[in-house]
């Protein structure tokens, strides 16, 4: 049951990447917008990161059946510590890095790099099935 429900967490991450990766080729402004807004209050910031805990405990839990077991354990330990790093860093400075991040990245950066959001989400589920 719980390989079940890891193996569906990690499937609809991977197509939450993809989907992410299809805003960014389509509409960059609203994906720049998205990014300004991390950390922007106590609600987003800390529901962004514990949302982004689920994908990184099911990628855990479901490396030994994957493809690639290592590299699920390695990325799902990688995204689940940088969470809790998180929660312990400032809101003020995660936003600050966003608003940066975001003044950075222009709208056709994020057209340049919405291939790759394909790929990576393309290739968690391939790993999956």
């Known amino acids: 049951m719980v390989v079940t429900i890891a193996k569906w967490t990690v499937l609809l991450f991977g197509v939450f990447i993809i989907s992410a990766g299809f805003l960014m080729l389509f509409a960059p402004r609203k994906a720049r917008e998205i990014l300004r807004m991390a950390g922007s209050t106590n609600f987003i910031n800390y529901a962004e990161i514990t949302i982004r805990m689920i994908p990184a405990i099911g990628l855990i839990l479901y490396s030994d059946f994957s493809r690639y077991p290592l590299v699920f354990k390695i990325f799902g330990?990688?995204?689940?510590?940088?969470?809790?790093?998180?929660?312990?860093?400032?809101?003020?400075?995660?936003?600050?890095?966003?608003?940066?991040?975001a003044d950075i990245l222009k709208p056709l950066y994020f057209q340049i790099i919405s291939p790759f959001a394909f790929l990576f989400g393309l290739s968690i589920i391939y790993c999956v099935l």
């Open 77 to 101: 330990w990688f995204m689940l510590a940088t969470s809790l790093v998180l929660y312990f860093v400032p809101r003020r400075m995660h936003h600050a890095f966003s608003l940066r991040s």
